[in-house]
């Protein structure tokens, strides 16, 4: 395995590391729910596509070319993730209708 | 062969009639079948009647000595000659006492079914054989006397008939396994002949005991007699054909069948004729002061099987004579009596004794067909009922021994021939004359003449019997009493006339007071008014099943939902009790947990992580939803454990299985109580905590226990011969699929059965539409893009089943949930893949035609083939013809998921909104 490689796979990790930190620290940390939303959504996108595009890469060089299925879970990872955003974020709605509101500097303010 | 013929023939009638609409072919075919058997029956007479026991053996289950032998004597060879001769006739009369009725081809359908069953019961040489079919009359004259189901009576009397014979085809099957024992064989004929040891066996009392319980609930003696009376609610014809020919003569037909070898003893002697004496005269009794004309016949059949019950249980080689002559004339007799007293009903739309009068100016044919015929039942001069009557009398009267019965048999039968004499009076007297008929509903008037043609038979056979007894019945009655003694056959003599004696006084004397006595009490119609006697037994009955019902409702009302802790709480210790109290015994040394083993670290990580989610679900008791997700995630805790400690398979399981339960319980959740109170006290606490941790602590130590054993010697064996044996190196698949693939269809069955019963319960309002999601663009579209990678998924873990982690029932649970997400994402539950009764009807069809093509090919069921085959593009592909049985496996779990998920997604609570 060439060092380049070995770089590229320790970098995505951490990137996949740090993004997945990031992720939960904001769970916790974001004032609501429409905000704390984003949080998850990042980490798992970008968390968990770093983490299997570094797998890839890596079995690339120790396997040879049958990597490629680690990257159809990222695949799978970048449908699904944005949709059940969506789908949390139409349910809040659901449950929170909308009433207009005089001040149109914030576009939510339920707690 | 013919055997064979005899005894499938009806069943492939009645499914042919089934399908039917049309009622002349239903009735044509009907016929046909109960001609065939007849004119089969026919061709043997010869043979039979000369002392040959015809039979013809199929290996049924040889491991247990059971095999399907059928085997006809001069005995079985009458009853089944009554079966299918006083079938066809019945067959001729419903053509026209049901015309017009559009079910008259499920009537025939269930009618030849019934044929079959008894046929069975009689040709049957196997006692497993004979307990099945005994089974199958019980279920088949169940559905022939609700044939009028939403009617009340109908119903009431089918479900006293199912419970009673019901409960005497559990006593037979007891006392077959029994006698089976005692004699060493299941084999009618060898049990026939070990009558001696048998009754000089241990368990007689008991064999007797289970042997009789099944008799009288069958024949209904005394006390189980209230379900016939019951059972007239069926249409006539169908009563015409229970109370003559079928059913309660399955009873009598046992017990002449068994009485060789169960029979002669004090036991079988008191008991019998104890039995058959009450119903003798409890029937005749009540017959007399019956208001219904069908109620007045089926007490009087009653009283006549009581009558032969007691002869048999006079246990005398004459006496069974008479028993078998008196079941040939009562068939005849009583079958054309029903059949007039339906013409009646027919007629006048009525069939109560207080309205219907004066028939005679109406119906001159039937009438007097009817007068011949009651006549024969009361047992008048020159008809065939007054032979048997006085033979029966003669053996009233010869009774030697057996102090105080032999003094009152006499008796008892005087008073019984009184009351069959005055019932029959009635039945003449009250229908035919006593006045003109008072508020019938139509104008009468004689039938048509095919309907009073099987009467008309029926008559004249009871005529020559009675006129010219010996030519017309001598040689089968003394071939069918010879097999019933199997010995050597007593002297007797059918004669008309013997001289004057006693049984003739016995005649004369109860011929007179029988008249006497209806002439007094139909003095001013003074019957009339009487009411109805106290039907003994039927309430006592009801009362039973109410008594039955209301514990059952205390018992759920103290474990049913509401108290759902306290029921968790019993399973959990009811299972932890099981479990540890084979180790109380002692003899058992326990291995302490030792650490030091080579556990890789990740797995303690895994562990660890396991346990603080199992901890917080029970912090957050009282938010189901979250609850749920950390169990969730405890489950894929589990399943990377198994990942970590080499078991792929389980892994894979674990992981889908653990999605497809988080996926069914939040579902479920819509349909429960949000919160549930939390538990205040702190004693309950500790409680509940103590049960917890002795269910879950022994569950690991047990399986700790388990794996550090020396694995038993046959999972070596299936290892080492995966590869040789099934062509597969995944033995886990191998055993499921191949090894133990008779288990599995099991399963799959059980499985199948299971979503089914919740589907039906469920989705009984199934709403079309779960509403909440309607309007999502995003949400199908995403799922149309993953779904094929899913399936795609689903096939490879299938395909590779047979030698890597994978298989049939994983594959399916990934497909399932894949299917299940579909229907939620579009919304409705008729989404276009989860059509999960196809599924599972092509999983299940598959799994058996594998099973069966082995069969073809002649290997046992199930047995698998493999092989390597090279093809041309692909190279070496692995087959065993397995994989199609776990392709059934497939679809079957697919489709038990996709309908259990579904009938919680989509049920009743969505239909209101």
Same mark, same amino acid.
């Given at each position: 395995m060439p060092m380049w490689a070995d770089i590229c796979v320790a970098v995505l990790l951490i990137v996949g590391a740090l993004a997945a930190l990031i992720g939960t620290w904001g769970m916790l940390r974001l004032p609501d729910f429409m905000t704390r939303l984003h949080a998850p959504t990042k980490a798992a996108t970008l968390g968990a596509g770093c983490a299997l595009a570094a797998l890839a890469l890596r079995f690339y060089f120790v396997e040879g070319g049958s990597s490629l299925r680690y990257l159809i879970p990222l695949g799978f990872v970048f449908v699904t993730a944005p949709v059940s955003a969506h789908m949390l974020a139409r349910a809040w709605r659901a449950r929170h209708p909308v009433t207009p509101k005089p001040d149109p500097a914030m576009p939510s303010a339920s707690p | 062969m013919t055997l064979l013929t005899i005894c499938l023939l009806p069943w492939c009638a009645a499914l042919l009639l089934a399908r039917l609409r049309s009622a002349t072919a239903a009735f044509a075919l009907a016929g046909a079948c109960a001609l065939v058997v007849l004119g089969l029956l026919g061709q043997m007479a010869q043979a039979v009647w000369a002392g040959q026991t015809l039979q013809s053996s199929v290996a049924w289950l040889p491991a247990l000595g059971v095999s399907a032998t059928l085997r006809i004597d001069a005995l079985a060879w009458l009853f089944a000659t009554l079966v299918s001769g006083i079938g066809a006739l019945v067959i001729l009369y419903a053509r026209y006492y049901m015309d017009g009725d559009e079910r008259l081809p499920r009537f025939f359908a269930l009618l030849c079914a019934f044929m079959g069953a008894m046929l069975g019961v009689v040709l049957a040489g196997d006692l497993v054989l004979l307990a099945m079919f005994w089974e199958l009359t019980s279920l088949a004259s169940f559905l022939l006397i609700a044939f009028n189901a939403p009617d009340r009576g109908a119903v009431r009397g089918a479900r006293a008939a199912l419970a009673v014979t019901g409960m005497g085809g559990l006593a037979l099957m007891a006392a077959v396994v029994m006698l089976g024992r005692a004699a060493g064989s299941f084999d009618l004929a060898t049990v026939l002949a070990a009558g001696d040891v048998v009754r000089a066996d241990p368990r007689y009392p008991w064999i007797l005991t289970c042997f009789l319980l099944a008799v009288f609930s069958k024949s209904a003696q005394f006390p189980f007699q209230f379900w016939l009376a019951r059972a007239m609610a069926a249409p006539t014809p169908v009563s015409a054909y229970l109370h003559s020919a079928t059913l309660v003569k399955a009873g009598i037909f046992l017990l002449l069948r068994f009485y060789p070898v169960l029979g002669g003893t004090d036991a079988w002697f008191f008991a019998v004729s104890t039995a058959g004496a009450i119903t003798l005269l409890l029937g005749g009794v009540a017959a007399v002061f019956q208001h219904d004309l069908k109620g007045l016949l089926a007490y009087s059949t009653v009283s006549h099987l009581g009558l032969i019950t007691l002869l048999i249980g006079f246990s005398t080689p004459t006496a069974i004579v008479a028993a078998v002559f008196h079941v040939i004339n009562h068939a005849t007799f009583k079958a054309s009596l029903f059949m007039a007293a339906g013409i009646v009903d027919h007629e006048c739309g009525t069939r109560d004794l207080r309205n219907v009068n004066g028939m005679w100016r109406y119906m001159p044919l039937t009438g007097s067909l009817a007068i011949v015929a009651a006549a024969a039942m009361a047992g008048v001069p020159l008809l065939n009922g007054f032979l048997s009557k006085e033979?029966?009398?003669?053996?009233?009267?010869?009774?030697?021994?057996?102090? =105080?019965?032999?003094?009152?048999? =006499?008796?008892?039968?005087?008073?019984?021939?009184?009351?069959?004499?005055?019932?029959?009076?009635?039945?003449?007297?009250?229908?035919?004359?006593?006045?003109?008929?008072?508020? $019938?509903?139509?104008?009468?008037?004689? =039938? =048509?003449?095919?309907?009073?043609?099987?009467?008309?038979?029926l008559v004249l056979l009871c005529l020559l019997v009675g006129l010219i007894p010996t030519p017309i019945i001598g040689a089968p009655l003394a071939a069918a009493a010879h097999a019933a003694l199997g010995g050597s056959l007593p002297s007797y003599s059918l004669a008309l006339w013997h001289g004057f004696n006693g049984p003739l006084a016995m005649s004369a004397l109860a011929l007179v007071s029988g008249v006497g006595i209806y002439a007094?009490?139909?003095?001013?119609?003074?019957?009339?008014?009487? +009411?109805? +006697?106290? +039907?003994?037994?039927?309430?006592?009955?009801?009362? $039973?099943?109410?008594?039955?019902?209301?514990?059952?409702?205390?018992?759920?009302?103290?474990?049913?939902?509401?108290?759902?802790?306290?029921?968790?709480?019993?399973?959990?210790?009811?299972?932890? $009790?099981?479990?540890?109290? +084979?180790?109380?015994?002692?003899?058992?040394?326990?291995?302490?947990p030792e650490l030091t083993a080579a556990i890789p670290q990740g797995g303690i990580i895994v562990w660890v992580v396991g346990a603080v989610f199992a901890i917080a679900a029970t912090s957050a008791r009282n938010q189901p939803v979250t609850v749920l997700l950390f169990l969730g995630a405890v489950g894929l805790a589990v399943a990377l454990a198994f990942a970590g400690l080499s078991a792929p398979d389980l892994s894979l399981t674990q992981l889908f299985v653990e999605v497809a339960t988080v996926l069914l319980l939040l579902l479920a959740l819509q349909r429960l109580p949000v919160e549930a109170p939390p538990v205040r006290s702190l004693g309950k606490r500790l409680r509940y905590a103590a049960i917890a941790v002795a269910g879950g602590g022994g569950t690991g130590w047990l399986a700790w226990e388990a794996m550090l054993r020396k694995p038993p010697a046959i999972s070596d064996y299936q290892l080492a011969n995966a590869v040789s044996g099934a062509g597969g190196t995944n033995a886990v698949n191998v055993i499921i699929v191949d090894f133990r693939g008779f288990d599995t269809l099991g399963e799959i069955t059980v499985l199948a059965a299971a979503a089914l019963i919740v589907w039906a319960f469920l989705a009984r309002e199934r709403a079309g539409v779960l509403g909440r999601f309607q309007g999502s663009f995003m949400l199908p579209t995403a799922v149309k893009i993953v779904m094929p990678f899913a399936a795609l998924v689903a096939v490879h873990l299938y395909l590779r089943g047979h030698n890597l982690p994978g298989g049939g029932f994983v594959a399916g649970l990934l497909l399932a949930i894949g299917l299940v997400l579909e229907a939620l994402a579009l919304g409705s539950w008729r989404s276009p893949h989860a059509r999960p009764v196809r599924w599972l009807a092509a999983g299940l069809g598959l799994a058996l035609l594998t099973g069966a093509a082995s069969l073809a090919l002649g290997y046992p069921f199930l047995t698998s083939a493999f092989g390597h085959p090279v093809l041309p593009v692909l190279g070496e592909i692995p087959l065993a013809s397995a994989a199609l049985f776990d392709l059934g496996v497939l679809a079957v779990v697919v489709g038990a998921t996709v309908m259990l998920i579904l009938a919680f997604a989509f049920g009743r609570e969505e239909g209101k909104k």
């Open positions: - | 033979m029966f009398f003669g053996e009233a009267l010869a009774l030697e021994g057996h102090d =105080p019965i032999a003094l009152l048999a =006499p008796l008892a039968a005087l008073l019984a021939g009184a009351a069959g004499v005055a019932y029959s009076a009635r039945f003449v007297h009250d229908v035919f004359f006593n006045g003109a008929p008072i508020n $019938l509903p139509r104008t009468p008037h004689e =039938p =048509p003449l095919w309907m009073a043609a099987p009467v008309a038979v007094v009490l139909m003095r001013k119609r003074a019957l009339h008014q009487r +009411p109805l +006697p106290d +039907p003994w037994g039927y309430r006592q009955f009801e009362r $039973l099943l109410l008594t039955l019902a209301r514990s059952g409702v205390v018992l759920v009302r103290q474990l049913r939902g509401d108290r759902m802790r306290l029921q968790m709480a019993v399973l959990a210790l009811a299972a932890v $009790l099981a479990a540890g109290w +084979p180790l109380l015994g002692g003899g058992f040394e326990a291995h302490l």
